[in-house]
């Protein structure tokens, strides 16, 4: 009766082992409710909005170089808006601020980088600077932060343009033992760290406000309970295998015993 439990109990533990390896694809499926020919409305107007601590590449152009020339951070700026020179971007301050070669301190948060073009050149036109300038603002670093179970990176955003989808494919995409039902985004909100769980297996993603990301989101994604689960069995592999062999061996010796005290009673 022994031998007969210990065999049961084997059984039982590989069968559970085996059971951990299996996934769904109910679980995994990207947008699984989403029809051929189906039409989402999409945010096209989406523009990244400046935030403290954004880097800013600001170019003044013209037609005179020379007019330019004094608006523009360590370096020579041609009418085609090429610049030549350090390389060094503003650095948006706490307040929300940067400071402007002669034009001096300007508030820049909230606004988008297209809004602040069209600020600049009214400074400059409105102040007899330049009469007709070209002037181009871009973010320098438009990163979103991708942190998984099996580690993160910076993912580097040259269109300053990310949904969520996006940056999952740029992060190498998730493991099918992610939990997909929440996905974490993190925003720095008016001074606040703002969570919202998305879930890109529903068409539904599209229409939550953090679908599109913005500049310095944080994307986390983290093992459901059943990888946890999976990864406890195997970390007991190797003593199931030490526990299997000791069953075996225990089993042949009660069987050897068992025949030499047969052996002795009929002799």
Request: some cysteine.
């Amino acid at each position: 009766m022994k031998i007969q439990r210990i065999i049961r109990t084997s059984v039982f533990l590989s069968l559970a082992i085996m059971a951990a390896s299996c996934v769904t694809t109910r679980k995994i499926v990207y947008l699984q409710d989403m029809e051929h020919g189906t039409q989402i409305e999409l945010e096209d107007r989406f523009e990244a909005v400046i935030a403290p601590y954004d880097e800013l590449d600001v170019i003044v152009a013209a037609n005179d170089s020379e007019l330019a020339r004094p608006f523009n951070l360590y370096g020579n700026t041609t009418a085609s808006g090429a610049t030549r020179g350090s390389g060094i971007a503003y650095l948006v301050d706490q307040y929300g601020n940067i400071e402007l070669p002669v034009i001096g301190e300007l508030h820049v948060a909230g606004l988008t980088r297209l809004q602040l073009q069209d600020k600049i050149r009214n400074i400059l036109v409105e102040n007899d600077y330049v009469a007709n300038p070209f002037v181009m603002v871009r973010f320098r670093d438009y990163k979103i932060f991708f942190l998984g179970a099996n580690g993160g990176k910076a993912i580097n955003i040259t269109n300053e343009r990310c949904t969520l989808l996006e940056a999952l494919a740029l992060s190498g995409d998730m493991s099918i033992y992610t939990n997909r039902s929440k996905v974490v985004v993190m925003r720095e909100v008016d001074g606040k760290m703002v969570t919202r769980f998305l879930d890109p297996r529903s068409s539904k993603v599209f229409q939550d406000p953090f679908f599109m990301l913005q500049q310095n989101d944080f994307v986390i994604t983290r093992n459901t309970r059943y990888r946890n689960f999976q990864q406890s069995y195997s970390q007991a592999g190797t003593i199931f295998s030490i526990f299997s062999t000791i069953t075996s061996t225990a089993s042949l010796v009660m069987l050897i015993q068992s025949y030499i005290k047969n052996y002795q009673n009929n002799h």
